[in-house]
Each structure stands twice: as C-alpha cells, then as structure tokens.
C-alpha cells in the first residue's frame, strides 16, 4: 500500500474554507519561472514594471524549480527564491508558491533509480522529462516531503504568499514492482482479503483465469491481462488514489507548518486518468488548466467544451468557485497547428472562466523561455521582451477590465438543472465490449445534452452519481452504464418526491464492480421507476441508421440504441425502421410525484434540445440572445458573450449597469465579434 500520511488539518476545518472567499479581487497572473532568468537582474526588474503595466497581481513561482532549489542532495540554494519573494512583495504582487514534484533533478535519478517511472512495457524509463516519477517510491516520497517542509519552513511568514500549488498537472502510471505490489494491496483491502470475492468479481471463471495467490496478479498490459475489464476498473481507481496518496504525502509537511495557507493543484480538463470529483475534495480550491483552440474554425464548439468543463470543476466542491491556473495568452505549442487567437478571443476565453466560477485568470507563462521544450508556447511577454506587442497590450487590458469584477469574486451561480458525468461510469463505458465499440464517446453525449442549457442562458451542475439529486428540478444521466451502491435507490427517493430524472440508452447495466445487473435491465428497481423493460441494445455500423418519431417529427437514430418495452411507461417516441419498428423508443413514467424519462437511443442532432423543450426552466435571465451568444449569472451579475464568428444582437429586458465599459444599457445591444458584456 502506498505510505498514506494524514498529517492533515481537521477535517472542520477545510470544510470550513470551502465557504471562504481566499481572495478580495480577481486574481490575474500566472506561470512565472525567474529561475530561468536567475542571472539576468535586470529583467526581474523590467518582470516587476511589466507586471504592474499588464495590471498582473499574482505570480505562480517555482513549479519546476527542484535542481535550483536543491542543487546536490541536502544543498538547498533558496536565496533567489527569498530575491524574488521580496521583490513581487515590495511590487504589491501575491504569490502562489508551487512544491516543485512534478519533475526532479537529475541528481535524484541518477542516484535513486527506482524514482523513475516503469512504463507499460516493462522498460523503466531513463531520466528526462517530467512527470516521470513513480508514485509509490517511498525514496521519491520522503525527498519530495523533505523539499516541501524546507519551503514551508522558510516562507511560512512571508507575507507575499498566499496559497501553494501542488505539483504540476498529476497524471500518468507506473508499473514497476513497487506499484505492483502496492496493487495488489489495494485489491486485498478492496475485496477485503479474498481470493474467492476478487475471482467472482472479476468473473475469472471464463477463460479459465481464476488466481489462487496475489502474487500472480499485475497491472493491465497489452501484452498481459487486458481483456478483464473489472480489472481495468481496479487498477483505474488504484492509480487514481496513488494520485490522491502522493499528493497528500506532499501536502502533509504544508498542512502541519502553513495551516492557514489554502492549498490547490492544477487539473487538466476532463483527464481520465484520476477521479478528479474524488480528488478534489481534498483540496481548499480547485484549480484547472484550460486550452481550448480557439480560432480553429470551431469556436462555438470550443465554447461548448470549455462552459461545460468550468461547470464541471465548479460543481466539484458544491458550487465554490474555482482558479482558471494556466491558459495561454497567445497559441500553444502543442496542438499539430497552433493558430494564433485574436487578442479578443483571448479576452473572451478569459471572461467565459469568470463568469462560470473562476476567481481567476492566469496564464502559462509570463515570459517566454529563451530555450526549452516551450519556448514558442505564448506568453505574456515574448522574446521581444517590451510591451509593444498585440498580445501583450490584450492582456493589459483584460487586466483593466478585471479590476472591475471584483464584485463577481466568490460568487456563485444557482443551478437548477444538473447533468451526471460520472468519472468512474466513464472508464467503466471505455472498457466494455459490446454493442458499439468504436462510438460511444460519453464526455460528447454529455455535452450534447449539456448544449441546450447553455443556448438557453440556464447554468448546469455537472455532478457525479454520488451527489445530491434533491436540490435539482432536473436531472439528467445519460449513458450511466455503471451504478454505484445505492444510485438506483437514490434515483428512485429522487423521483419518488417529485424530481424529473432523464436516462438516456444503455442505463443500469453493470454494478460498481463491472458485474452485469441480473433480472434485465435497467438494474434493480430502476425497471419499475422507469416502467420499462431493455430486452436488447442494437450497434448500428456508419451506413445504418434507425428512425424514431417523436412529436410529429423524425430522428435519426445512430451508434446504438435499446430496444425496450413499455410496461408502466408512455410510449412517446417509436422506432420506425428493422424488427423492433414500432417499439417504444422515449417514454416517460409517473412515479410517485416525480417522472422518469427513458431515451433509449443516440441521436447526434438536435433531439436532445427537442426533447428538453418541454421542460419549463426559465433561462437565469429574461435577456434576449442569438445564435452564437450565450448568458451566464454568477451572484447578481450577468454575462453575455458572443462566440459567433459575426457580430450579434440582443436584447435586454431591463435596464442594466455596463460593469465593464461603465453607464447602463437597456433594449437593443450590438455585440462585435468576441464581445462580452458583465450587467448588473
Ligand atoms: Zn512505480
């Protein structure tokens, strides 16, 4: 079992900052490396006058900072880092000071190779890189509480910093021999000590698999045990807890010596490698990193993307607003073609995060690397070094217009609608065979559903299974394939007192443990909640599509679809085409006080917002938008922003304060391409 320290503040305690506003204003910033620039004074000095001219307010220093802070084993070099502290301070900049694990000296390798990562293959790798570091190492966990405790003893009282950033984007795998036997552990606390549990969870009757000690078990490996999806789920989880196990090795140093000081680390969008909703519960604030690529043609999708994962993060921690830690202030480097926004898309991007919860917007990075992996990855200032540059002069801007918000910062937005995305139903849906194997993408059925909402200007939890239902008029699941212990029964209180529940295709099929529900489908009592009955589920190939009628109009029918009976249910919708023409292909169920939707087929066009039509849920404001634009309140402010590649018009139904451009504005409002507006 991976060493687990729970050298953590009282439980009382975090609960307590998830109501805590950590910050006054919004924060602006980023990435920041002097490191890089340890022997070039004079431009930590122009860093302190370009900061203040780009309205920065916070810096993220000494992410990757480990060889500079401990450039021999026990040799700790910190003078720079107290240089620069004091010189942000003296500027009036915060800091948010980083635990540099996310890549080690080469000193540390070399010397301890059981540090490094053992890949799939079997191959440990050589040092290079970052995130190339075992999880479970106990010499990699002791060096990185070690590096951590001297940075917490040092800056403990420094009045610049403000909160710790953990690492840098957790992610990845080991398969050495210490994570496998740390795999195996977790499997015997998992099935409680049993052989006989795991042999039956894992169904390792077929095939003859069945194991008769730990030892034979490994992590799943294309040349080794690869097709025992149950097992694939263990192993997800395991990683995903080594995750949360390391990061909580790190932290415990913090927690003992900064107690005061809130703690984040930086996700990466929707990863599946770690349980982000499990993870991030155990940090003050939740933190992500957002590159969408935009001026690719797609914005409006993009868009989508972006809205529905700063509701995921948001939802997270029960609504509490989150830091946007990293986005570019120009392109990436690491997209195939790295097309430059317009500053303006930039600005938009920004102001999308806020208005969904951020507290923040801060960049990777500040200044470009002279050399280095990223050294064409945008920047606030280029290589150019002066502010005399299109990017540079956006990011001023937005500056300015932050200081604006501050009235937005800790706000939160009421949902009333939530949408399930579940991050173990997700790597459940990736292991199975059966049916589809090559369309099933659950994040796009998610956001198709997720889609009409945001057109419509009403704010979305994304939640997981284990949430609470009760505060939702509407809630909708689709593709939960996987049931967790007691959904079903959730599902059912929720609907029973009045709730409106929406399950789409392939629902209720398999137990937290991959075993598949018997007694047909969807489990349990799900079959009476919804009144219906899956007899079969049907893969349809690219070049054969059903057809479902439904409120006099038709609907491709692609991917695949459940072929069920109506028992108690209204049938609403048929399927017209093949053997099961004219069976039930939408029903709904009275039950209790609440209703059951079953939508038992995928539709890639515009059903979902046909379906949800019906539906009363009054947009968050009576503003009048148009395609491309879309509305989002947090607290008392509302956003409209214009994603369209056109300018666009709306209308407002009442007057408002103009919190960005100053004076009200009232009726019709023409906004220009990338245009946003924040009203109060
Ligand atoms: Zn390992």
């Known amino acids: 079992m991976p060493e687990f320290i729970s050298g953590i503040s009282c439980y009382e305690k975090r609960m307590k900052t998830m109501e805590k506003k950590f910050f006054d204003k919004i924060i602006h910033g980023g990435d920041y490396n002097p490191d890089q620039w340890v022997n070039f004074p004079e431009i930590w000095d122009e860093d302190m006058r370009l900061m203040k001219l780009a309205h920065i307010n916070s810096a993220t220093v000494g992410i990757f900072s480990w060889s500079m802070l401990e450039p021999e084993e026990g040799v700790y070099n910190f003078e720079w880092l107290d240089k620069i502290l004091d010189k942000l301070h003296e500027n009036g900049i915060e800091v948010i000071l980083a635990t540099p694990s996310g890549a080690r000296p080469a000193w540390l390798a070399q010397k301890y190779p059981e540090v490094l990562r053992v890949e799939e293959t079997g191959i440990r790798n050589e040092y290079g890189v970052r995130h190339n570091h075992c999880l479970t190492s106990p010499v990699y966990r002791e060096k990185v509480r070690n590096i951590n405790r001297k940075l917490a003893e040092r800056y403990k009282d420094h009045p610049a910093v403000k909160m710790w950033h953990i690492s840098n984007e957790y992610c990845g795998e080991c398969h050495c021999e210490l994570c496998q036997e740390a795999f195996r552990d977790w499997l015997k606390e998992y099935y409680h000590n049993s052989l006989d549990e795991l042999n039956f969870k894992w169904w390792n009757g077929f095939w003859s698999h069945q194991v008769t000690d730990w030892s034979q078990i490994n992590s799943p490996k294309f040349r080794g045990e690869n097709h025992v999806s149950a097992m694939k789920l263990c192993w997800n989880r395991f990683v995903s807890d080594s995750h949360i196990s390391f990061y909580e090795n790190e932290i415990a140093p913090l927690r003992e010596i900064t107690p005061d000081i809130p703690i984040t680390t930086n996700f990466m969008r929707m990863y599946d490698g770690i349980d982000y909703q499990k993870f991030a519960k155990k940090l003050d604030l939740v933190s992500w990193d957002n590159y969408p690529a935009w001026d690719n043609g797609r914005n409006e999708s993009e868009a989508l993307e972006a809205a529905f994962v700063h509701d995921a993060f948001r939802s997270m921690r029960n609504g509490q607003p989150f830091f946007m830690m990293e986005s570019t202030p120009s392109q990436v480097n690491w997209h195939n073609v790295n097309k430059l926004p317009k500053a303006e898309m930039q600005e938009l991007s920004s102001i999308q995060a806020v208005a969904h919860g951020a ?79 090559i369309n099933r993408s659950y994040l796009e059925e998610c956001k198709k559903w997720y889609a009409p909402f945001m057109k419509k200007g009403v704010a979305v939890d994304i939640i997981s299974m284990e949430d609470d239902f009760s505060k939702y008029d509407l809630v909708i699941s689709p593709f939960l394939y996987m049931l967790k212990d007691g959904t079903d029964k959730r599902i059912e209180e ?167 451009n100053g004076g009200n504005l009232n009726g019709e409002v023409t906004l220009p391409v990338c245009g946003y507006l924040a009203l109060k």
């Open 359 to 437: 507290d923040s917007v801060q960049y990777f990075q500040w200044r470009k690397s002279r050399g280095g992996h990223e050294k064409y990855h945008g920047a606030v200032v280029d290589h150019c070094g002066h502010e005399n540059t299109r990017v540079f002069k956006g990011i001023a801007k937005l500056g300015e217009n932050l200081e604006k918000l501050s009235d937005v910062v800790g706000g939160y937005s009421e949902a009333k609608v939530a949408i399930i995305y579940d991050w173990e139903n997700g790597w459940a849906i990736k292991h199975f065979h059966g049916f589809n194997n």
């Open 494 to 660: 929720y609907v029973e007192n009045g709730g409106n529940f929406v399950a789409t295709y392939l629902t209720g099929l398999v137990d937290k443990d991959d075993l598949c529900f018997l007694g047909g489908f969807p489990a349990n009592n799900l079959k009476k909640v919804f009144g219906i009955w899956n007899e079969e589920s049907d893969g349809l190939p690219e070049n054969i599509k059903n057809s479902v009628s439904y409120n006099g109009k038709k609907y491709d029918v692609v991917h695949v679809c459940d072929i069920i009976h109506a028992n108690e249910a209204e049938t609403l919708g048929s399927y017209e085409k093949d053997f099961y023409a004219g069976q039930p292909a939408v029903t709904v169920n009275s039950y209790g006080k609440g209703k059951a939707y079953y939508v038992a087929f995928r539709n890639d066009d515009d059903f979902a917002e046909d379906f949800l039509s019906q539906f009363d849920i009054a947009p968050d404001a009576d503003i009048q938008l148009s395609a491309g634009t879309y509305l989002r309140k947090r607290g008392d402010v509302v956003f409209v922003m214009n994603f369209a590649d056109e300018e666009k018009t709306i209308y407002l139904d009442k007057e408002y304060t103009d919190l960005i």
